[in-house]
């Protein structure tokens, strides 16, 4: 069982579309990150949510942390191809140093 | 940020033999981490790097199968022992680079098929 699930695993739209990636947990996190990982790469730091509740934007990407800091969300506005890779949210769980990743969600956006 | 580099970047192996991964970091850094991503899949933390001592392996993983160095702190080796088709995967070495909230920073990645 993953301590971290991502829903969907898979997506794919057509530029322009909008789309929301979920990162849920039954743990409470300290904080909690989002990656995106390209092809032949490795991953890629996005943002780290801190506080239940915040909402970071980056650009055409908004990124929420629940209230209870259970659970995260991704929300990608007008999608284009170079957004196309895979999404991995991230947490240490309480009393480790080391990162969980979640399940991940592959993103394909078709021009 | 750091700049990682790992070396090899891919390699095809046969079952039986071992390779060793290195890991060369531009500063030093506090915390190193291995990962493993097998194909189509998300990441799973190896183990911790500790320099000077012997590695923290995560469940599932012994030290007989990923014997880990790390003589300083701008340096570690990954070694897969013994391999199978089931450890072709790609391993991938990170640094810690803040701490209060866990942020990794990822090298590219070494691509390993074993036949």
């Known amino acids: 069982t993953q301590l971290l699930e991502q829903s969907p695993q898979f997506l794919s739209i057509q530029e322009g579309e909008n789309l929301t990636v979920y990162c849920n947990s039954s743990?409470?996190?300290?904080?909690l990150q989002w990656y995106r990982q390209e092809p032949g790469e490795g991953p890629v730091l996005l943002v780290t949510?801190?506080?239940?509740?915040e909402v970071k934007k980056l650009k055409r990407l908004t990124f929420q942390f629940g209230d209870a800091r259970k659970d995260s969300s991704l929300h990608i506005t007008a999608a284009q191809p170079g957004d196309t890779g895979l999404y991995l949210c991230?947490?240490?769980?309480?009393?480790?140093?080391?990162?969980?990743f979640g399940s991940g969600t592959r993103l394909q956006v078709q021009p | 940020s750091a700049v990682i580099s790992q070396k090899p970047s891919r390699d095809i192996c046969q079952r039986g033999t071992s390779l060793t991964i290195q890991c060369q970091v531009d500063?030093?850094?506090?915390?190193m981490f291995w990962y493993r991503q097998q194909p189509g899949q998300s990441l799973t933390l190896i183990a911790t790097?500790?320099?000077?001592?012997?590695?923290?392996?995560e469940s599932g993983f012994v030290i007989d199968k990923f014997p880990i160095s790390r003589p300083n702190l701008t340096f570690s080796t990954l070694t897969v022992s013994n391999m199978s088709p089931e450890d072709s995967s790609i391993y991938l070495c990170?640094?810690?680079?803040?701490?209060?909230?866990?942020?990794?920073?990822f090298g590219e990645g070494s691509r390993l098929t074993v036949l």
């Open positions: 990170s640094v810690l680079v803040r701490q209060n909230t866990g942020e990794l920073f």
């Open positions: 743990s409470v996190f300290s904080s």
């Open positions: 949510v801190v506080t239940g509740g």
């Open positions: 991230a947490g240490a769980p309480t009393g480790r140093r080391a990162l969980t």
């Open positions: 500063s030093q850094v506090t915390m």
């Open positions: 790097a500790n320099q000077g001592s012997e590695a923290t392996y």
